[in-house]
């Protein structure tokens, strides 16, 4: 992160400059600090951040209790950033009807430290699993827009904006480690939609062929997935590959075509194989349900090569070749063969 200015620049909003006695801001943003969040300085009554305290915006969020110090010295009135690590999810609920809908659906979140914003809606913070990450960019449920994750800040109490209108803790804020997980169910509607169904189109039942049909289109679909949402993309379709896990399809074999594409598509190999791991863990406990042998779900009958077997399509070909390139690779690694 850049060195920030302890002071604002000329011209600049600010007042109350030179008050010896810390305000309640500055008091807040050392106790989020504390706990394990980086903080930055925003104007007076609005949510931008300070253009003389933080010139560089998020890139000038710290933890650093003397910055912090300094900030709210030189602008006792500054509200408040609160940028959450990467790993730490913040929901901005910013409708009570959403918020009622997803407190319905998912009775533990009463639990989870949340804050009350000026428009009635609410930030929810949680955990998220180890090699999950998210998008922030990505709106998946109406009303919820994804913060935190080192990527987006939310801004916090004691913040007061212009009409006087302020954020309040309805449960307390703790320390990164010890948030609550994001429940399972609202993870995977935070994830890209399921794959297609024109994507399922192999041969006979739950037989081994269909079973790497399916996943040569899962692995396809992950390689065209353009740059932003391949990390988000693979975890869908992993889960996807994990549902057929119970249908017979061999875990390893799924592993390692998903990290090979991954890969060649420009995701690290640690990144991908932590994501692909969970993302068949999860699946494996909700088998697919397969439909019958060439016909669709509305009964249509799907396309089919000569004799009745899919043509893959030369990515799909190119994937799976990297894939038993990759995979033979790594079995020599394990065994000790260079």
């Not at 975890?235 to 996807?240: D, K, P, Q």
Request: with cysteine; hydrophobic share 40%; glycine share 12%.
């Amino acid at each position: 992160m850049k060195k920030a200015s302890g002071r604002p620049a000329q011209g600049t909003a600010c007042l109350g400059e030179g008050v010896a006695r810390p305000s309640l801001a500055q008091r807040a943003a050392t106790r989020y600090a504390a706990l394990g969040y980086a903080v930055l300085p925003l104007l007076p009554g609005e949510k931008r951040p300070h253009p003389g305290l933080a010139p560089h915006g998020l890139k000038d969020a710290t933890g650093d209790p003397a910055t912090l110090e300094a900030w709210w010295r030189a602008c006792p009135e500054a509200g408040v950033g609160l940028l959450a690590p990467e790993g730490v999810l913040v929901l901005d609920v910013d409708q009570g009807e959403a918020w009622e809908a997803l407190r319905r659906d998912f009775p533990a979140l009463e639990a989870t430290p949340r804050q009350r914003t000026p428009k009635g809606g609410v930030h929810l913070f949680f955990r998220l699993p180890e090699g999950v990450r998210l998008s922030a960019s990505v709106r998946a449920l109406e009303g919820v827009d994804l913060r935190g994750m080192g990527r987006a800040y939310v801004v916090a109490w004691p913040t007061r904006l212009k009409d006087g209108r302020g954020y309040a803790w309805e449960v307390p804020l703790v320390p990164p480690e010890e948030l609550p997980l994001v429940p399972q169910g609202l993870l995977l509607k935070l994830l890209p939609p399921p794959p297609p169904r024109e994507a399922w189109t192999p041969v006979e039942g739950a037989s081994p062929k269909r079973l790497r049909a399916l996943l040569e289109a899962y692995a396809a679909q992950v390689a065209r997935t353009p740059e932003g949402q391949r990390h988000n993309t693979l975890i869908r379709y992993a889960v996807a590959a994990g549902g057929l896990i119970p249908h017979g399809l061999d875990p390893r074999e799924a592993e390692e075509a998903l990290v090979a594409t991954a890969m060649s598509a420009g995701l690290p190999e640690k990144e991908a194989r932590a994501a692909v791991a969970w993302g068949l863990e999860v699946g494996a406990g909700s088998p697919l349900a397969l439909d019958p042998p060439g016909f669709s779900a509305n009964g249509g009958v799907f396309r089919k090569a000569l004799c009745g077997k899919p043509e893959p399509s030369p990515s799909q070909k190119s994937v799976f070749r990297k894939a038993a390139i990759y995979r033979i690779g790594g079995l020599r690694k394990r065994r000790g063969v260079v």
